[in-house]
Nanobody, 130 residues
Framework: QVQLVESGGGLVQPGGSLKLSCTAS????????MGWFRQAPGKERAFVAT????????YYADSVQGRFTISRDTAKSTTYLQMNGLKAEDTGVYYCAQRRPRGGAYPITWLTGIDRYHYWGQGTQVTVSS
C-alpha cells in the first residue's frame, strides 16, 4: 500500500514563497502521474497542478499559472510544488495525489479531475496572511 506524505506547509505573508514536498513510501511505486489539490475552508477540493511521471509534462490551474511550479524527483519518489507570489486566496489544505498506470492515452487536462487519482496524502496546511 502506497503512502503519500506531504510536508512544507506553514504560515507565510502575502507575496511570500513556500515549497511543498510529497514523498511516497510503501508498496510498489508504480506511477503514472502526480497531482496537487487544495481545499479552502468551506469549499470543495480543487485542482492545482499535475505532472506526468515519465515525461514530466505539467498542467496548472489558471489561478496558479505563472506562480506555482510542479516538479518531481523520480529517484526519490518525491513530487514538489514551488509556490511563489502567494495570495490570501491560496490558503487551504494542500493534498498530493497519485495516479497508478491504467493504460490508454489521455490529454493532460484529464488529470484535473479528483477521481483520476488512486492514492491521497493527509494534507499540509498553507496559510497566507499578514
Amino acid at each position: 500500500q502506497v503512502q503519500l506524505v506531504e510536508s512544507g506547509g506553514g504560515l507565510v505573508q502575502p507575496g511570500g514563497s513556500l515549497k511543498l514536498s510529497c514523498t511516497a513510501s510503501g508498496g510498489t511505486f508504480d506511477n503514472d502521474a502526480m497531482g496537487w489539490f487544495r481545499q479552502a475552508p468551506g469549499k470543495e477540493r480543487a485542482f492545482v497542478a499535475t505532472i506526468t511521471w515519465s515525461g514530466g509534462n505539467t498542467y496548472y490551474a489558471d489561478s496558479v499559472q505563472g506562480r506555482f511550479t510542479i516538479s518531481r524527483d523520480t529517484a526519490k519518489s518525491t513530487t514538489y510544488l514551488q509556490m511563489n507570489g502567494l495570495k490570501a486566496e491560496d490558503t487551504g489544505v494542500y493534498y498530493c495525489a497519485q495516479r497508478r498506470p491504467r493504460g490508454g492515452a489521455y490529454p493532460i487536462t484529464w488529470l484535473t479531475g479528483i477521481d483520476r487519482y488512486h492514492y491521497w496524502g493527509q494534507g499540509t496546511q498553507v496559510t497566507v496572511s499578514s
